[in-house]
C-alpha cells in the first residue's frame, strides 16, 4: 500500500473583521511561502462563508511518514516563523482547531 501524505485542516477564528483582512491580505501569502521550506504544503486557505463568522479554513499536508509535530516545533523556532508573525498580533486568533484528516482509498487529492 502506498504512503499517502499527513493532511490536517486548520480552523482559525479571528477576532475582527480588519483581523480577519489582514491576517488574509497579508500574513497568509508569506505563510504559505515559509511553511513550504520546512515541508509542510498547504493545499488551500479559505475564508468561511457563513454569516457573522470570522474564520479562515487552511488545508496542509506533511510528507508521507513524517511525524507533523516534529515537523512544526522545527518551524516554530525557525526564523521563518518568527518574521511570519512579527507584523501580526496572535491575540487576534480568538480560536484554533486542528483536524487530522485521511483520505478515502478513491479520494482524488493524496
Given at each position: 500500500m502506498?504512503?499517502?501524505?499527513v493532511?490536517?485542516l486548520h480552523?482559525?477564528?479571528?477576532?475582527?473583521d480588519?483581523?480577519?483582512?489582514r491576517?488574509?491580505?497579508?500574513?497568509?501569502?508569506r505563510?504559505?511561502?515559509?511553511?513550504?521550506k520546512?515541508?509542510?504544503?498547504?493545499?488551500g486557505?479559505?475564508?468561511?462563508?457563513?454569516?457573522?463568522?470570522?474564520r479562515?479554513i487552511?488545508?496542509?499536508?506533511y510528507?508521507?511518514g513524517s511525524?507533523p509535530?516534529?515537523?512544526?516545533?522545527i518551524?516554530r523556532?525557525?526564523?521563518?516563523?518568527?518574521e511570519?508573525?512579527?507584523?501580526?498580533d496572535?491575540?487576534?486568533?480568538?480560536s484554533a482547531?486542528?483536524?487530522?484528516?485521511?483520505?478515502i482509498p478513491?479520494?482524488?487529492?493524496e
Amino acid at each position: 500500500m502506498r504512503k499517502t501524505a499527513v493532511m490536517e485542516l486548520h480552523t482559525y477564528t479571528l477576532a475582527s473583521d480588519d483581523a480577519l483582512r489582514r491576517y488574509t491580505t497579508h500574513f497568509w501569502p508569506r505563510h504559505i511561502q515559509s511553511l513550504r521550506k520546512h515541508g509542510i504544503t498547504v493545499h488551500g486557505v479559505w475564508i468561511d462563508g457563513g454569516a457573522d463568522t470570522r474564520r479562515v479554513i487552511a488545508l496542509v499536508s506533511y510528507p508521507p511518514g513524517s511525524d507533523p509535530a516534529r515537523i512544526v516545533e522545527i518551524y516554530r523556532s525557525s526564523c521563518d516563523f518568527a518574521e511570519d508573525h512579527a507584523d501580526f498580533d496572535g491575540d487576534l486568533i480568538t480560536s484554533a482547531q486542528t483536524a487530522r484528516i485521511e483520505p478515502i482509498p478513491s479520494s482524488p487529492l493524496e
